[in-house]
């Protein structure tokens, strides 16, 4: 089983970038798809990207795709979100998870990260 913790949140403003981290801990990490997820306040959690357990495959929703890119470092079970040119509807609490690739959840989700996008 993956455990996860998110970090890297924070508030900018529009155009600004940010790098979210997802450390995970347990054996599986390096066999396992993993993915973000976020979710507004009033809407339901959404995708936004996933990258397969060898890091050879990602992918995006279209909404993130040319401004977000998702990695990994198994050696460091951490995968990344970094984020460019952030836009007010950016806004969400970040969760990183397991998945099927491309965008099953599997785990449990965790607190998540907070983004603020301001205008």
């Known amino acids: 089983q993956v455990q996860l913790q998110e970090s890297g949140g924070g508030l900018v403003q529009a155009g600004e970038s940010l790098r979210l981290s997802c450390a995970a801990s347990?054996?599986?990490?390096?066999?396992?798809?993993m993915g973000w997820f976020r979710q507004a306040p009033g809407k339901e959690r959404e995708f936004v990207a996933s990258?397969?357990?060898?890091?050879?495959?990602?992918y995006y929703a279209d909404s993130v795709k040319g401004r977000f890119t998702i990695s990994r470092d198994n050696a460091k079970n951490t995968v990344y979100l970094q984020m460019n040119s952030l836009k007010p509807e950016d806004t969400a609490v970040y969760y990183c998870?397991?998945?099927?690739?491309?965008?099953?959840?599997?785990?449990?989700w965790g607190q998540g990260t907070q983004v603020t996008v301001s205008s």
């Open positions: 998870t397991a998945v099927i690739f491309p965008k099953i959840s599997l785990s449990s």
């Open positions: 347990g054996r599986a990490f390096g066999r396992s798809a």
């Open positions: 990258i397969s357990w060898t890091g050879g495959s990602t």
